[in-house]
């Protein structure tokens, strides 16, 4: 049985969180058709959708990395690639409705839970080591469930004094930050995040 999604997946990214969810849907339905009987037609209509949307979460996550400087970039671009190409083979290589509804499955739950619960969540791991409160503790990005789900899908991006660093942080730290009662630092510069932009 597939997971279904629960805050603990996310990645602190609204617009990221938001692609997230949505594939989610999408192998929640993959998981639906695989116990019944579908048309051909049906199963192609649902490859099509989970390819596409598939295809343009990757682009937008990799943009997204870049922007952070992600230092893992190059392996995540390559798993990716290699996620895709697997999509474009089962394309190509569509046998009987049962066997491409198996190999669907498996797509979808090899990708939902080694990418997104492991790879994606790398991501997060490291937005989080660069940053410190202004008193050195570790920074948690977690939101209760209500910020969660009133997150607008946008991306907060800040700077330090390192060149070409760019620090993204939740909706619930940027409050903070413009509030003026706290202040974040950058872990490798030791000096305080600004606003930068939002995206």
């Known amino acids: 049985m597939l997971p279904k999604w629960e805050n603990q997946f996310s990645v602190y990214n ?93 797509v979808a739950k090899q990708w939902l839970l080694e990418h997104i619960l492991y790879e994606d969540m790398k991501v997060a791991t490291y937005r989080r080591s660069l940053l410190a409160t202004d008193d050195g503790q570790d920074v948690e990005f977690k939101l209760d469930d209500e910020e969660q789900e009133n997150q607008e899908a946008k991306t907060y991006l800040y700077k330090c004094e390192c060149k070409g660093k760019v620090h993204d942080v939740p909706l619930n730290i940027h409050k903070k930050i413009q509030s003026g009662k706290k202040n974040f630092n950058c872990k490798v510069c030791k000096k305080p995040i600004k606003f930068h932009e939002i995206v």
């Open 14 to 106: 609204a617009r990221i969180d938001e692609q997230h969810k949505k594939l989610f849907e999408l192998a929640a339905h993959v998981e639906q058709i695989s116990d019944r009987a579908v048309s051909k037609g049906e199963i192609k209509d649902l490859l099509a959708d989970f390819f596409s949307y598939m295809k343009d979460h990757f682009y937008d996550e990799e943009k997204y990395m870049e922007v952070i400087g992600y230092p893992d970039l190059a392996s995540h671009r390559a798993i990716h690639k290699g996620i895709v190409q697997t999509m474009i083979e089962l394309i190509q290589n569509i046998k009987t409705t049962n066997d491409l509804k198996e190999k669907l499955y498996v």
